[in-house]
């Protein structure tokens, strides 16, 4: 999976537990406007976050 | 207070209540502080006059403060705001204070210009003038920063009113750039 792909399948997960849609859209929108190490970075954050909040379900 | 702070209520920053709600704020906080320093890295070769420069670094602090003053709230419009839209609103904040920057910096010295863009942050139909005519003015020099502004700008006319009731609803100490510390050219 490339940056964009990881970064779709991340928000999907992410809003499903009750993140934001809206900010999810908005990153969606600018992601490819992104240089290739904010993508990265972006990517991690998500990944982080979805590793804590699956923890706790 | 040094340069560029803001006056600031620290007992109106509430966490989220729950586990979940405390780690999405986390994560929001982190990707809202990606965003702002993207956004001011591509913006800081636009404009080289102090003003801009200026005006740049008070950026992220603009999205602070917009945030923390929605979680102090935690509504808007009437209806409770999960404090995990806030990264929308703290996007929103700076990249409509780096937009009035960007089209003032050149016809005001550096307090003529703080007034204007607080101005600006509280009226939702400055707001969007300033950001379209930001966004056609850079398009051609940077066209990724124009597309962030404009995406910016759209959510804005969504949440159309959010300005104006934020600058209602907020304590005037959360919201309002402390202008007399700021030197002018004059």
Redesign the interface.
Known sequence: MNNKQQFQDLAGKLTA????K??FD??L??FD???ED?QH??VA??L??LG??QQ?K | MREGEFHFNPELMQLPETRMERIMDTASKERLQLYCREFVVKARDLNNSQAFQKALNLAPGIGDIIMAGKAALGREGGQKLKPRTRFVYGAAAVTEFVSAALIYSGQYSEAALMHAISETLSKSDAAAAVMKSAAAKIAEKKPELARMIEVTRDFIFKKKGMPEKLAEEMPNSLAKLDLESIPTNE
Do not use: R, V
Request: hydrophobic fraction near 45%.
């Open positions: 537990l009750g993140e934001s809206d900010e908005f990153w929108k600018i406007d992104l240089p904010k970075q972006l954050l998500m982080d976050e804590q909040l706790i």
